[in-house]
């Protein structure tokens, strides 16, 4: 029976030089998303890519593409991301005034809808939309830069929308990004969350595919634990 845990290796840390090599040896790990993180200079403090990568990506990556638009006003952008290639789109609560408008207009697309909390805002922001959802990711850095320190207040973040979640009716998944790394995953794994981002833990080391297969191991590890 499957655990439901997918891994989604960030290609922000990945050398954007060799992302072809790179992708290849994530997905040799086990990789099952291609995680793609959009940073507008506005929204966050950091600029990284756009569309014409997704597409690149989509060329190699035999997994699907989750996009995860950390920018101002992302309704304008999100059919490029989707005709780009995009399975997953995920936009931040904190960006658009009609979330539910948003989430809509993604499946609209064919593409499959979530929504991101910042570390600061509260699960409780959920309530009104969590059946309409496909997915929720819970920030545990302050979006923007990849290797940043995990912020520890996360894992209840986790247990608090795996309620709210629960009390809607909905199984939807939680991703957490950020900070993701072999001394806490087995901890996410227990607090609810199946999907995983991870930048640095995958990437910044000397083998992505043996790196990739630790931390999945170690989630499905800390899953059957839970069973
Ligand atoms: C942070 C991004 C993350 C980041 C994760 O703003 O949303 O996806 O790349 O990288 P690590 O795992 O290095 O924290
Ligand atoms: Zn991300």
Avoid: C
């Amino acid at each position: 029976m499957s655990s439901g845990i997918r891994m989604a290796p960030s290609i922000l840390s990945a050398d954007f030089a060799a992302l072809g090599r790179d992708i290849a040896a994530a997905e040799r790990g086990g990789a099952d998303l291609i995680h793609v993180d959009v940073m507008d200079g506005h929204f966050v403090p950091n600029i990284t890519m756009g569309p014409p990568i997704v597409q690149a990506v989509k060329r190699v990556a035999t997994r699907p593409i989750d996009v995860h638009l950390m920018i101002s006003d992302p309704d304008r952008y999100i059919e490029a991301f989707v005709n780009a290639g995009a399975h997953m789109v995920s936009v931040h609560l904190e960006t658009v005034p009609h979330l539910h408008r948003t989430l809509t207009y993604i499946r609209s697309l064919g593409a499959l809808a979530g929504v991101v909390l910042n570390p600061s805002t509260p699960a409780a922001a959920l309530e009104a939309i969590a059946s309409d959802l496909d997915f929720v990711v819970v920030m545990s850095v302050n979006p923007g830069f990849g290797g940043q320190k995990f912020i520890p207040q996360s894992l209840d973040k986790i247990r608090r929308v795996r309620a709210l979640l629960g009390a809607a009716g909905s199984s939807a998944p939680i991703e957490i990004d950020g900070g993701v790394d072999a001394s806490n995953i087995e901890s996410l794994a227990a607090a609810g969350a199946t999907i995983f981002v991870a930048g640095n833990a995958i990437f910044g080391t000397s083998d992505a595919e043996a790196a990739t297969r630790d931390l999945r191991a170690r989630a499905e590890q800390a899953t059957r634990a839970e069973a």
